[in-house]
């Protein structure tokens, strides 16, 4: 019987186990846009996140293919001085919205893969810890920007 049991164990750890992501409908991603800066600095993603579902979501993860790295950003300003953080996670409470915005939480996008010039589009995947992903597509605006559509 052990050795029943030792075999069983054994196949069930060969087998490859695959998790399918289901699309994020519960998740709106509206007013999406990118900041371009000059030179090899570092774009800004910006966005507002909506959480239409009944239970409060977690964003773990955003990627794009076309900049080796997207990561969650959080600017703040304490006592005059402006600082910046990585963040793993981002909550989005239940029936509620959660802005990406300058001075604010943000995606930051470092090394494109390949030229990028404005007016560009650019689509992002987020992951959240439900399993679900959303894709949304963010429009590349000028440094100067300081909107979606100015």
Do not use: C
Request: charged fraction near 15%.
């Amino acid at each position: 019987m052990i050795r029943i049991a030792a075999m069983t164990f054994a196949i069930s750890l060969a087998i490859p186990v695959t998790a399918v992501a289901t699309m994020a409908d519960h998740v709106r991603i509206t007013q999406a846009w990118i900041r371009l800066l000059p030179g090899n600095l570092p774009a800004g993603g910006y966005a507002e996140l909506a959480n239409d579902a009944a239970e409060p979501l977690v964003l773990r993860d955003i990627q794009s293919a076309l900049y080796a790295s997207a990561m969650l950003h959080q600017s703040n300003s304490d006592g005059g001085m402006s600082r910046m953080k990585m963040i793993d996670q981002l909550p989005l409470p239940a029936h509620a919205r959660v802005t990406l915005s300058p001075g604010g939480y943000h995606i930051m996008l470092e090394s494109p893969t390949a030229p990028v010039k404005v007016g560009d589009d650019i689509p992002l995947r987020f992951e959240f810890t439900d399993g679900s992903v959303a894709t949304a597509h963010f429009t590349v605006r000028p440094a100067n920007a300081v909107g979606p559509q100015d």
